[in-house]
């Protein structure tokens, strides 16, 4: 059980594209969700926060018009990278969590994002 | 702030030892800590979790302590293989519910 889908796995595309990744819970309902960026060979980041429902809480010094993340249903929330620029290019991970309290967090497989 | 720290970060040995990784955070006021394997492009395995109430968790060959009062925690790999090599992260969940990971320890066990 438990089980959190991410797509795409990959995609590669031109500076200026945006780029819509999807995060689902397939098993269960996430009230929360979490977005991270890893650089090569480094942790996972944390970027931002997304309750069902309301907005997204960013990190410090994460663009929140640059990463739009809508989680309009329990299963389901999406990152939007707007005009993408090489500077971009990272693995981004998302993870989901069914309930309040300190319940461990479902991670995806993650999507590696590579601006030309 | 919470600052979670993995030594080494990186670790190459031969098939079959047994060792140890390190993972020591600043504020000991979690609520559980997690292990992860994470191989190379690839997303996160969770491990063992290990609740601030406990002191140590088992799973297979892998097992996990936690000292809260000396802010550290140890995933011990019994036996390794050559399967086990990844990179191994350990979060802290602290103070709104929020995992902060280590820099992860990369492990290369050779044949």
């Known amino acids: 059980g438990a089980v959190v889908s991410q797509h795409p796995s990959w995609v590669i595309c031109k500076s200026g594209t945006s780029v819509k990744i999807e995060c689902r819970s397939l098993?269960?309902?996430?009230?929360?969700m979490f977005w991270y960026r890893q650089f090569p060979k480094q942790s996972l980041m944390l970027m931002a926060t997304?309750?069902?429902?309301?907005?997204?809480?960013?990190e410090q010094g994460v663009e929140k018009d640059k990463f739009l993340i809508n989680h309009a249903s329990l299963t389901l929330s999406t990152l939007t990278v707007t005009s993408a620029h090489p500077e971009d290019s990272s693995f981004y991970i998302c993870?989901?969590?069914?309930?309040?309290?300190?319940?461990?967090?479902?991670f995806g497989d993650g999507t590696r994002l590579s601006i030309l | 702030k919470q600052e979670v720290t993995q030594i080494p970060a990186a670790l190459s040995v031969p098939e079959g030892e047994n060792l140890v990784l390190n993972c020591s955070f600043t504020?000991?006021?979690?609520?559980?800590l997690q292990w992860f394997r994470q191989d190379p492009g690839k997303g996160l395995t969770s491990l063992l979790l290990?609740?601030?109430?406990?002191r140590e968790q088992t799973s297979g060959r892998l097992n996990a302590s936690l000292d809260k009062s000396s802010g550290r925690s140890t995933l011990y790999i019994a036996a390794s293989q050559p399967g086990d090599s990844a990179t191994y992260l350990c979060?802290?969940?602290?103070?709104?519910?929020?995992?902060?990971f280590g820099g992860g320890t990369r492990l290369m066990v050779k044949p």
């Open positions: 993870s989901a969590r069914d309930s309040s309290g300190y319940q461990p967090q479902h």
């Open positions: 098993d269960f309902q996430a009230t929360t």
């Open positions: 997304s309750n069902e429902g309301s907005k997204a809480t960013y």
């Open positions: 504020d000991s006021a979690i609520y559980n």
């Open positions: 290990i609740q601030s109430s406990q």
């Open positions: 979060a802290s969940n602290n103070a709104g519910n929020m995992l902060t």
